[in-house]
């Protein structure tokens, strides 16, 4: 009985670890082929490991190519994005929760729906809309639309309706003001729903691809998915160079990620998220 | 809470910010998809039901809608039995830092811009001559497969990238359902001396009912917008579509031949489709909320 038991479980971790070499291999290679010379990427058989080591890829890439300007640009939008949804999710959330004024029901229902609409089936809309605002091919066509967040303000409303109303009472008994109770109440007990905000939000505004794809054109503009793309496409031989771009934009997420992953797993789990 | 000031300015600016950046563009988009829509042109000019009747007769849509599905519902399948599998192996240990150091490998790939990682497979893992993937079938004494540049293995290529980068979501979201379930019921089972097998079938599945649901639809939503592996991934598709998806034929519709009417009449397909999953998943949230 027991040897049966220590089987599987011997057979659960041989599956596992099998796993788990697949999917870091990706990672492993991207690093490997990054400090190897372009001559050795394409010479076969291949090594493992570069035979020589070279960083002259990662040089190509930050002297060829305005990388610092990518990623400058893909910071801006980031920050500045996720730091206004944080705020219009949480107090747009804390008005939809706590005050009764007529179409507060109508109001939430339309947000609710346009959480359901497909960015891809907006790409069109967006981009006509986006040109006739004359924003088109600047940041700011990247940075105001996205102010508003369905899923954020949805996600804020469900959190503060499971607030007690004692924490409201003693507020109101004293005449706070409306933003008072904001800061000082509502924000501070949000905190796990605003941490898995900020952390999905980031993700997925630097990630993004497909809108800065319809809305970009000039390099120096770009950000750094788009500008990746870009740089793969005009170094199509140059592997070494382009493995280390990939290198460079892949590193830091991942390492933010290894450093805070219990927060991230928590914030996926509790926000139930993709 | 009853202050008018306070309510009207921040629903104010809210109504007026959703009416020019969502509502409009939705009203757009349904709109030119009523008329022969090219952005260039000055006179564009309505066309009725023209361009849906169009998309049953186009070849290139049909092989895109097919595409779509094949790819979806083969992605998600597979994407739930390993995430599954994946999830309960790692639930059952019992130390808490091997099952995060389990987990953060198989999520580690969700971090990472999809365009770079799919750089990465289309350079250095998935060449014929130089790609790790041959490497690894070669020492295994198998032969090389030309995964980008057969039409047949095209789409087989694409499922297995999609799977790697985004069978981690589903491995955490499985987890925490399964760390939801009382250990006492696998104790009472290790003492029956119960098959693993038996033990996932009858016991992590039934219980994880709403997490499974959930993880589901999420995952079929998810699958039928992805865009950013098929553009680059697929360096030449040639005459065949067969990495054509709904995703890629709108963007190719609108942007490169710039016939938007007829990519928005697209675009509404693809929303009807999302649309009804997600009602789905509203109708079945409601019903089964616990368990």
Not at chain 1, 74 to 80: A, D, G, K, N, R
Not at chain 1, 165 to 189: C, G, H, Q, R, T
Not at chain 2, 236 to 265: C, P, Q, W
Not at chain 2, 267 to 272: K, Q
Request: a positive charge; charged letters at 15%.
């Amino acid at each position: 009985m027991k040897k049966d038991i220590k089987i599987s479980k011997m057979i659960r971790i041989v599956c596992l670890v099998v796993f788990s070499l697949l999917f870091l291999a990706p990672y492993f290679w991207m690093l490997s082929n990054s400090f190897k010379s372009t001559s050795e990427i394409l010479l076969e058989p291949q090594h493992l490991l570069p035979t020589k080591f070279t960083l002259a890829g990662y040089i190509k890439v930050l002297t060829k190519s305005p990388f610092f300007r990518w990623l400058l640009n893909s910071l801006f939008i980031t920050i500045i994005d996720t730091v206004v949804i944080l705020f219009t999710s949480s107090i747009i959330g804390f008005v939809l929760s706590k005050y009764r004024f007529k179409l507060r029901k109508t109001m939430f229902y339309i947000i609710l729906l346009t959480m359901m609409v497909p960015a891809t089936a907006m790409m069109i809309p967006n981009f006509l809309l986006i040109s006739t605002l004359g924003w088109y091919d600047k940041l700011i066509a990247l940075i105001v639309p996205t102010f508003f967040n369905a899923f954020g303000i949805f996600l804020c409303k469900q959190y503060i309706d499971d607030l007690p109303k004692e924490l409201f009472e003693s507020a109101m008994l004293d005449n706070a003001s409306d933003l008072k109770i904001y800061f000082k109440i509502v924000l501070p007990s949000i905190k796990p729903a605003i941490g898995s905000l900020a952390i999905f939000t980031f993700l997925a505004l630097w990630n993004d691809y497909l809108t800065p794809l319809i809305m970009l054109n000039s390099a120096k503009n770009m950000t750094l998915p788009l500008a990746l793309s870009f740089f793969s496409a005009q170094h199509m031989s140059d592997l070494s160079a382009t493995m280390a771009a990939a290198s460079l934009i892949m590193i830091p997420a991942s390492a933010i990620f290894i450093l805070f992953q219990n927060q991230f797993i928590k914030g996926i789990t509790m926000s139930g998220m993709k | 809470m009853k202050n008018k000031k306070f309510i009207y300015s921040v629903i104010i600016p809210t109504v007026v910010f959703m009416f020019i950046f969502i509502v409009i563009p939705i009203g757009i988009g349904l709109a030119i998809s009523f008329f022969n829509y090219n952005p260039l042109r000055d006179n564009n000019a309505f066309v009725g039901f023209e361009n849906f009747v169009k998309l049953l007769k186009d070849k290139e849509f049909l092989v895109a809608m097919k595409n779509t599905f094949v790819f979806v519902f083969g992605t998600v399948f597979l994407n739930i039995c390993l995430s599954l599998a994946l999830a309960y192996f790692i639930s059952r240990f019992k130390s808490n830092k091997v099952r995060s150091l389990f987990r953060m490998i198989f999520f580690l790939p969700c971090i990472a811009p999809v365009v770079a990682t799919s750089v990465v497979f289309s350079r250095s893992i998935f060449p014929t001559d130089t790609g790790l993937l041959n490497m690894g079938l070669n020492a295994l004494g198998l032969g090389s497969v030309n995964w980008l540049g057969d039409p047949n293995v095209l789409m087989i290529s694409v499922i297995v990238y999609t799977l790697w980068v985004d069978v981690g979501y589903n491995i955490i979201l499985f987890s925490a359902g399964m760390d939801g379930i009382p250990n006492h019921i696998y104790e009472a089972s290790d003492l029956d001396n119960t098959s693993e097998f038996r033990k996932f079938f009858k016991i992590t599945l039934p219980l994880l009912g709403r997490t499974f649901q959930f993880v589901l639809v999420q995952t079929l939503i998810s699958h039928f917008q992805m865009f950013a592996q098929f553009s680059v991934l697929i360096l030449k598709d040639g005459s065949k579509n067969s990495g054509l998806v709904l995703s890629r034929y709108i963007y190719k519709t609108a942007f490169e031949h710039k016939d938007m009417g007829y990519a928005s009449a697209v675009s509404l397909v693809l929303f009807i489709i999302i649309m009804i999953l997600s009602f789905i998943e509203q109708k079945k949230t409601q019903v089964d909320w616990e368990y």
